[in-house]
């Protein structure tokens, strides 16, 4: 019993650690999609930018899923389970990377004379911070249950 308890241990560690390390390249990636310098969406989050807080909290929340499906999948095989959680945890990140974008490039703002950018990371709430969490939501759901 002592044995299967640090096994149990040890594995959760394992998969706290490599989930810790997707879950921050998942933030500076979204980071660097943030215009501005990097860095500049720590500076809009401790300002209190609601638009910032919401889209990284989807992003981090759509990550977390996708890993959590992962482990999920694999938990009984440690080495399997790490590697298969690191390639689908930056593989979630990395394809809800490309879905932030087009949701920028391909939304109707972009078209208008303030663009989206300065909408989605301007000071106050705007509505569409929430569809683009959403949309990371749901890719993130989507791309969880593939692996399931």
Same mark, same amino acid.
């Given at each position: 019993?002592?044995w299967?308890?640090?096994?149990?241990?040890?594995?959760?560690?394992?998969?706290?650690?490599?989930?810790?390390?997707?879950?921050?390249?998942?933030?500076?990636?979204?980071?660097?999609?943030?215009?501005?310098?990097?860095?500049?969406?720590?500076?809009?989050?401790?300002?209190?930018?609601?638009?910032?807080?919401?889209?990284?909290?989807?992003?981090?929340?759509?990550?977390? =899923? #996708?890993? &959590?499906?992962? *482990?999920? %999948? +694999?938990?009984?095989? $440690?080495?399997? /389970?790490?590697?298969?959680?690191?390639?689908?945890?930056?593989l979630?990140?990395?394809?809800?990377? =490309? #879905?932030? &974008?087009?949701? *920028?490039? %391909? +939304?109707?703002?972009? $078209?208008?004379? /303030?663009g989206?950018?300065?909408?989605?990371?301007?000071?106050?709430?705007?509505?569409?911070?929430? =569809?683009?969490?959403t949309?990371? *939501?749901?890719?993130?759901?989507?791309?969880?249950?593939?692996?399931l």
């Amino acid at each position: 019993m002592i044995w299967d308890t640090a096994e149990a241990f040890t594995h959760a560690l394992c998969y706290v650690i490599l989930s810790g390390a997707i879950l921050g390249f998942g933030y500076l990636t979204s980071d660097i999609l943030t215009p501005g310098a990097l860095g500049e969406k720590a500076k809009h989050l401790l300002n209190g930018n609601p638009n910032v807080a919401i889209m990284t909290a989807a992003h981090l929340v759509s990550s977390g =899923v #996708i890993l &959590l499906a992962s *482990v999920w %999948v +694999t938990h009984q095989e $440690l080495g399997k /389970g790490l590697l298969m959680t690191g390639t689908f945890g930056v593989l979630g990140v990395a394809l809800l990377a =490309v #879905i932030e &974008l087009l949701v *920028v490039r %391909v +939304t109707p703002a972009a $078209l208008t004379d /303030g663009g989206v950018q300065e909408r989605l990371y301007g000071e106050t709430f705007h509505p569409l911070s929430a =569809v683009v969490a959403t949309i990371s *939501v749901v890719f993130g759901l989507i791309i969880a249950v593939s692996i399931l």
